[in-house]
T-cell receptor, first 116, second 119 residues
Framework: KNQVEQSPQSLIILEGKNCTLQCNYTVSPFSNLRWYKQDTGRGPVSLTIMTFSENTKSNGRYTATLDADTKQSSLHITASQLSDSASYICVVSAGVNSGGYQKVTFGTGTKLQVIP | GAVVSQHPSRVICKSGTSVKIECRSLDFQATTMFWYRQFPKQSLMLMATSNEGSKATYEQGVEKDKFLINHASLTLSTLTVTSAHPEDSSFYIC???????????????FGPGTRLTVT
């Protein structure tokens, strides 16, 4: 069964500090891994997309890493800001479904709160 | 960038009534749109894949007669929750793929979501 597990479930950090969120997956055959930021009551917004051959990708203060051998990914946030408070969701795509589209498995997310 | 809108953003309806949620791609054409449901503190769950001009493909366990999907144009898909019950209260999110992207493209553009409350 395809699974995406994220840790920690929630995290509180001080403004200006760095943090790292973890994502472990058992999805197969792996296609790509995406990190999304979802503000409360809003739809997810894409941060990074990584394929099998990529092991790091940055988007401003967000840096994602991928280890396809251990099936782990991390999202590192540098110099956190109050606006970073949100849920961060790891999404892994694998294979195709009966309709020919990629099977997508969403993690349950890490809820990050940045406090002054 | 690609923008997807949803309307309404919030809706409260009485049990037994039907509610229609619209999903629009504003600056691109979307051959394929996806509908998700998200319960509090849970992840997004794919309900169905909506293809323009054809019947939607529903995920296992999703009642197609209860959740009617119509994708009549390249920029609009609608989800109608029929005979809504309190357990249908949830956050409904759509996403869309840009028709110009290759079939193997990974990108989905998400709408802002619709909060449905059934009383």
């Amino acid at each position: 069964k395809n699974q995406v597990e994220q840790s920690p479930q929630s995290l509180i950090i001080l403004e200006g500090k760095n943090c790292t969120l973890q994502c472990n997956y058992t999805v197969s055959p792996f296609s790509n891994l995406r990190w999304y930021k979802q503000d409360t009551g809003r739809g997810p917004v894409s941060l990074t997309i990584m394929t099998f051959s990529e092991n790091t990708k940055s988007n401003g203060r967000y840096t994602a890493t991928l280890d396809a051998d251990t099936k782990q990914s991390s999202l590192h946030i540098t110099a956190s800001q109050l606006s970073d408070s949100a849920s961060y969701i790891c999404v892994v795509s694998a294979g195709v479904n009966s309709g020919g589209y990629q099977k997508v498995t969403f993690g349950t997310g890490t809820k990050l709160q940045v406090i002054p | 960038g690609a923008v997807v809108s949803q309307h309404p953003s919030r809706v409260i309806c009485k049990s037994g009534t039907s509610v229609k949620i619209e999903c629009r791609s504003l600056d691109f054409q979307a051959t394929t749109m996806f509908w998700y449901r998200q319960f509090p503190k849970q992840s997004l769950m794919l309900m169905a894949t909506s293809n323009e001009g054809s019947k939607a493909t529903y995920e296992q366990g999703v009642e197609k007669d209860k959740f009617l999907i119509n994708h009549a144009s390249l920029t609009l898909s609608t989800l109608t929750v029929t005979s809504a019950h309190p357990e249908d209260s949830s956050f409904y999110i759509c996403s869309a793929r840009d028709s110009r992207d290759s079939f193997s493209s990974y990108e989905q553009y998400f709408g802002p979501g619709t909060r449905l409350t059934v009383t």
